[in-house]
């Protein structure tokens, strides 16, 4: 525990201006930022009695080692600069919302030539209009199937689309009236995107301009006895009404607001967030935070805004923002706001009416979802705790192993041999921190080699950082030249393997060569799921009921799941290589010409200089070199049809190839391609 005197800036030195500062640990790891409208006197405060401070802020200064500060022109700049450096570094001691789940858009890609709608989840893309979010993804599908009979627009997936529209057949929505069918020419680019446009604008909140006009239409309709037309028109508008009745009018039609709720204890907060627009409730999200630091409800709802609007910009940022306490000042969020909408944005504590009722609503989600959190939370932190300490017992660690490392070794028959890194902190998977490995040493088949290199190099690389920063005397020595963290900074309390003796003692042995021997290892074999230490005859069996031995499955499941992808990611990229990969210069345009000109590889290689030079796009010389690459690559052994035995027409290209008895037709579905790498 570290002594604030021991790095108080000396008097004088902080200046009192605007700006955002930086508590660091002994490891140069960023474990707080902060915002002030004057430094020194924010600052200030870290530094009196101890006793004087609340305990999290307490645990926060006797963990720093150090601070330091960047000075700003205004404090719009240090609220955004802060949210940056929060994303950034990640640290501990900040509040930081999680969220369990990403949630679900309905979407409608106007950037595509045909438009489609469909749910979506994750980053927002440019030319994508987004409505939500939503609580659940079959609440949006619910609500399309209702309006696809009144916006028939495409929501099949590129290949169904291109699928259909080669077979000249649409699909089973096409024939049931759900879809205008454009991948057939039903309906022309323009006439979708119509479509579409009138989708998105009743999604939007304009919905009763529209039912008027189609209930003007029906009645027109039975005026000129067209009765069948008129009820279907009088069906359209019944499916729109139910659409409509799905999200309840909660305030006057076309206000576009958000509303933040928070409840909260002394330990957590949580936030809950109602997406108004075009006065329904479009969306509903909600987060849960740890009160690390000594932070009240203004500064909740601070954090909250710079988590929901931190990525938004233009209309994803509402007019109105109604909160329950305004930030201290208040003046800053709201022009930051501002910027990111593009127009003013009000930022308000409701008072009266309709908005002050709805956000009592918000509130009392809020205090549900606390209340239902902390019930999950009181047993996980229990556990998780349990189970550090048994493994603590089981192992004979001085302490528990805050830091878990664990390594797989991953390859298919010898081929494609990679290994996985991933890390736990407290008992929880850190993403971020997991690594990837390639087998650079050897070839073929060894898994303890393998082992050996890994840890080998990763522990080389700490001890290299180490050396180099000095016991990280630097900060900005713990990054690379792009101003990343450094991939192998922080050493573990414990290294797990997935493996028996063997591999532990390869990896104890990879520890010893580098000379460290502060970090333990230990084994987790698969078969009776025993654990193994290095020197050790016989294994350590942990109880089947044991919180420590689920925990190392649960780590050791994951390093398996990470290093089993990379190594069928690497497998498929190379099924896919084609010998054109090797002609320098030629990117993947000129690389989708050429096959789309000749059809194959095998008919490209064929081919005369002047014959390539027809391509657009290909010079004589790239014509020449395309010629002597392909004359050099071997071309690939014929590959055999194994569910009829057929000799298979050599495409080389990464498409299905065609029999040599019939020239032309597809590979039966279902048929495995030995080239493309499928398991056995």
């Known amino acids: 525990m570290a002594d604030p005197s021991s790095y108080r800036p000396r008097p004088g030195e902080i200046p009192d201006s605007p700006g955002v500062y930086k508590f660091r640990d002994e490891h140069r790891r960023v474990i707080y930022v902060g915002k002030a409208k004057s430094l020194r006197q924010r600052l200030a405060n870290y530094f009196q009695d101890l006793a004087g401070l609340h305990p999290r802020t307490r645990t926060m200064v006797t963990t720093a080692a150090s601070v330091e500060w960047t000075v700003v022109s205004t404090e719009v700049e240090a609220l955004q600069l802060e949210y940056s450096w929060i994303k950034e570094f990640d640290p501990r001691f900040n509040v930081k919302y999680r969220d369990d789940k990403s949630y679900p858009y309905l979407a409608v890609t106007m950037n595509e030539e045909y438009p489609r709608v469909q749910v979506m989840r994750g980053h927002k893309k440019k030319g994508v209009r987004y409505f939500g979010p939503y609580g659940h993804a079959w609440a949006i599908r619910d609500t399309v199937d209702l309006l696809l009979r ?22 089973l929505l096409g024939y049931i009236g759900k879809c205008s069918a454009p991948c057939v020419g039903r309906v022309s680019e323009e006439e979708h995107r119509e479509l579409a446009e009138e989708f998105s604008d009743f999604m939007a909140g304009r919905t009763g301009t529209y039912i008027r006009r189609l209930e003007q239409r029906m009645t027109e309709a039975a005026e000129e006895m067209e009765y069948e037309r008129a009820a279907r028109l009088r069906d359209d508008i019944e499916a729109l009404r139910k659409a409509m009745e799905k999200s309840a009018v909660v305030l006057a039609d076309a206000t576009d607001a958000d509303l933040i709720a928070v409840a909260e204890d002394e330990l957590e907060a949580a936030v809950q967030i109602f997406h108004v627009r075009g006065g329904r409730v479009r969306g509903q999200r909600g987060w849960v935070t740890d009160k690390v630091e000594d932070v009240t409800t203004a500064a909740l709802v601070e954090h909250a805004l710079q ?25 800053p969020v709201q022009q930051w706001l501002t910027d990111r909408r593009g127009s003013n944005v009000s930022l308000r504590i409701p008072q009266r009416g309709d908005k002050k009722s709805l956000m009592e609503t918000v509130a009392r989600n809020a205090q549900q979802s606390l209340v239902l959190h902390k019930t999950k939370r009181a047993s996980d932190l229990t556990t998780r705790s349990r189970a550090l300490e048994e493994i603590s017992e089981a192992l004979d660690l001085d ?19 990679v290994a996985s890194m991933v890390v736990f902190e407290d008992g929880l998977s850190r993403k971020s921190e ?19 290199e890994v840890i080998t190099r990763r522990f080389r690389r700490y001890l290299a950082e180490k050396e180099k920063t000095g016991e990280w005397a630097d900060g900005d020595e713990l990054k690379d030249e792009e101003g990343r963290p450094k991939r192998f900074a ?10 028996g003796q063997p591999q532990v003692a ?12 502060d970090i333990a290892v230990c084994g987790l074999a698969k078969r009776l799921e025993e654990v193994w230490l290095p020197g050790e005859d016989d294994p350590v069996v942990l109880p089947r009921t044991s919180e420590g031995l689920y925990l190392l499955q649960r780590v050791r499941d994951e390093a398996h799941r990470f290093a089993i992808t990379y190594q069928r990611a690497k497998r498929a990229k190379r099924f896919r290589a084609s010998p054109l990969d090797d002609v320098p210069g030629l990117g993947e345009t000129r690389k989708q010409a050429l096959i789309k000109h000749f059809g194959s590889v095998k008919k490209l290689r064929s081919a005369t200089i002047d014959q390539i030079c027809e391509v657009p796009g290909i010079g004589r010389k790239t014509a020449e070199t395309i010629a002597v690459a392909l004359a050099q690559a071997a071309p690939a052994a014929p590959a055999v049809n194994t569910a009829t035995g057929e000799i298979m027409d050599d495409m080389e290209d990464g498409t299905p190839g065609t029999t040599a008895g019939a020239p032309g037709e597809p590979v039966p579905a279902g048929a495995p391609d030995e080239r493309r790498g499928q398991e056995t």
């Open 307 to 331: 988590q929901l609007y931190g990525e938004e910009t233009g209309d994803s940022v509402p007019k109105e923002v109604l909160v329950p306490a305004l930030p201290d000042p208040v003046e």
């Open 399 to 417: 302490s528990a192993p805050l830091r878990i490392e664990c390594y797989d070794i991953s390859h298919l028959q010898g081929d494609d041999v």
């Open 150 to 171: 009144v916006f028939p627009v495409r929501t099949c997936s590129a290949g169904v689309f291109k699928n259909a529209a080669r077979t000249g057949r649409p699909c």
């Open 506 to 517: 390869a990896a104890k042995k990879a520890l010893d060569e580098l000379g460290i021997d």
């Open 434 to 452: 997991y690594r990837r490995f390639q087998i650079k040493g050897f070839e073929g088949q060894d898994d303890v080699r393998s082992m050996h």
């Open 490 to 499: 922080y050493p573990p309390q414990l290294v797990v393997v997935d493996g």
